[in-house]
């Protein structure tokens, strides 16, 4: 099932970016009256998305994953859209790439590229596809790679950095809430101990760059907030876009697969059911209790 941890999610690549004068903290920070007292970039940047890290947390796909309960169907049609947003991703990454100017920053996404492309041939492999043209996304889905293929586009490649931060962070942070190193999630233990590891260490790098970027003026915190929250929302509607879960049946058996929309349907339909079929009971436990008495007093009346 598993073909390995997500580049999405990865940061074994960073190391790439330890050259990068971006990575070194300039005294540029009083040339340009920066206020050390102001919180840094990266933690400004976590803490105005938090809504939307219990969000994703709470989604269709994370609590059928946390609960094992999750229909394969479901996360099937995960990965699918998965092997198809990683196609489009690494093109735009490409694109980032060759509008890059800082070398380091160019070194990075070029092997980002090739870990994009290695992944999802990878995911095409595993399930069976012969071209990805013929996958039809959601509209999570493609709402995500359009907005990462205006960051490439049209912003600073450093740019283009603050949008891969989220799914960067956010992963391992699923996992330290789920505990994805010693948690048992039944058939998807491996997948979530590659892709959801609490370790978050390689985001620290990406997020020095981005403190120092801003503190060299390169970045604008009003933009990276802007880039940094709509990739967040797209790892939260991604997630919320699987729907279904597994459902035990009566005898315990986990062979019964419904989605969330009919589980509501027939519970509020056995609701209804309750709602006729208790006042018939109640009437007709009424009835018999008459007919006992009028029984009961007919034999006494016959008796004398």
Known sequence: MSVGRSPRSATHLVHHLDASPLMVAADVIDAISFKTTEILLSEYLWQQTQQYHIQALQSGFVHGIRSASLDPEGFGGFMLQDSVFCYEASNNIAIAESNATDPFIKQFLQEKFQAYQDYYQALIHTWHIENV??????????????????VAMNYNSVYFVVALIPCAKLWPWIGQQIAADTGNFGVYTKWVQENFSPDSSGVTKYETLINNAEAQGVINRNEALEIYTKSMIGEVNFFSSIKTIMVESANGSSNKYVSKERQYALTFLLCIIW??????????????????????????????
Do not use: M
């Open 133 to 150: 043209s013929g996958i039809k996304l959601g509209q999570a889905c493609s709402a995500y790679i359009a907005h990462e293929h205006d």
């Open 275 to 304: 709602l006729v079929v208790q006042p018939i009971r109640v009437k007709k436990k009424r009835s018999l209790k008459c007919e006992i008495r009028l029984k009961a007093t007919h034999g006494r009346a016959k008796d004398r």
